[in-house]
C-alpha cells in the first residue's frame, strides 16, 4: 500500500482525532499510519455527544464508519494498524520511530498524539454510575 519506508506522519490514537486527521491527511495524497490500540475513552458509554452529525449514537459505529472512509478504496495512503504503539524516538533526522506492541518498526516524517485523555473518577459512592447515565 505504502510506497515509501518513511510515511509522512505516524498517527497514534484512531478514536474521533486520530480518524480525522487520516482522512484530512489522505484527502492530501500524504502517507500515513494510523495505529489503534482499542482502548477508547467512550468505552463504557454507549452514546457520543457534542461532535457533529454523531450525538448521541454509538462510538463504536463511529469508528466503523469513519475507518470504513478510509479503508474504502478511495483513498489508498493510509495504513491501519490494529496495534498498541510502545514507544516513539525522533532521530538526529527529525524522522520518527515507532515501535508497536509486535515489535514492527515504523517511519514518519511527523507525528500526530491523538489518544485522548483517561478520565479518572473520583472515590464518590454512585459517582461513575451517574456519569455513566448523563451519557446515555
Request: net charge neutral; hydrophobic share 40%; glycine share 8%.
Amino acid at each position: 500500500m505504502l510506497v515509501a519506508n518513511v510515511v509522512d506522519a505516524l498517527i497514534i490514537g484512531a478514536g474521533p482525532a486520530g480518524l480525522s486527521a487520516a482522512l484530512g491527511l489522505c484527502r492530501q495524497r500524504r502517507t500515513a499510519v494510523l495505529f489503534d490500540s482499542g482502548v477508547y475513552r467512550n468505552a463504557i458509554t454507549s452514546h457520543m455527544h457534542n461532535f457533529p452529525t454523531w450525538d448521541h449514537q454509538s462510538p463504536s459505529d463511529f469508528r466503523k464508519k469513519a475507518l470504513a472512509e478510509l479503508t474504502s478504496g478511495r483513498y489508498d495512503t493510509t495504513e491501519y494498524v490494529r496495534q498498541h504503539v510502545q514507544s516513539v524516538e525522533q532521530n538526529k533526522d527529525g524522522i520518527f520511530t515507532a515501535i508497536d506492541s509486535n515489535g514492527k518498526e515504523w517511519q514518519g516524517k511527523k507525528l500526530l498524539i491523538a489518544t485522548g485523555i483517561t478520565d479518572v473518577m473520583p472515590d464518590i459512592p454512585g459517582f461513575k454510575e451517574t456519569w455513566m447515565n448523563m451519557n446515555m
